[in-house]
């Protein structure tokens, strides 16, 4: 029986699954947005959110627990500098998984996770490099 066990096991052995998580976990924050399958998705969400509530609260040991999770510094001080300050006012719901498409080799259901502020920070994005080109 399989009540009450958590999580997918994506028909990997555990260090394998690990893995994929960690490495979609960390795509995820440095490109704040990734496709991938849903399954996937949601599982990379699970862990996404914990870190981000690790990051909202900034303090030394939410760093170090981050750091076991994310081995790369570089993501780690991204994720506590710019991503945790922006969700501070927020208790939850950090991102999104929109469905978008079926990929055509295996049928695979495929989804984007993003963060909820994507949109708006893209936007912001693209506004200072039209005002970057108009000013050159």
Same mark, same amino acid.
């Given at each position: 029986?399989?009540?009450?066990? &958590?999580?997918?096991?994506? #028909?990997?052995? +555990?260090?394998?699954?690990? +893995? ?6 960390? *795509?995820?924050? @440095?490109?704040?947005? =990734? ?8 599982? +990379? ?7 981000? *509530?690790? +990051?909202?609260? $900034? ?17 780690? *001080?991204?994720?506590? !500098?710019? =991503? #945790?300050?922006?969700?501070? #006012?927020?208790? #939850? $719901? ?22 909820? &502020?994507?949109? &708006? ?8 490099? !039209? @005002? &970057? !080109?108009?000013? !050159?």
């Amino acid at each position: 029986m399989r009540h009450r066990v &958590d999580g997918r096991l994506f #028909g990997r052995p +555990a260090n394998q699954r690990k +893995a994929l998580l960690r490495n979609l976990v960390a *795509s995820l924050i @440095e490109h704040q947005r =990734i496709e991938t399958t849903v399954p996937k998705a949601k599982e +990379a969400k699970r862990i996404a959110e914990r870190l981000v *509530s690790l +990051a909202i609260k $900034g303090d030394l040991a939410s760093r170090r627990l981050a750091m076991t999770y994310l081995p790369n510094r570089r993501l780690v *001080s991204t994720l506590f !500098k710019e =991503i #945790g300050p922006r969700f501070v #006012g927020r208790n #939850g $719901g950090f991102l999104r998984i929109v469905r978008t498409r079926r990929r055509v080799n295996d049928r695979a259901e495929l989804a984007v996770l993003e963060f909820v &502020d994507y949109e &708006d920070i893209m936007k912001k994005e693209t506004e200072k490099a !039209k @005002e &970057d !080109k108009e000013n !050159k």
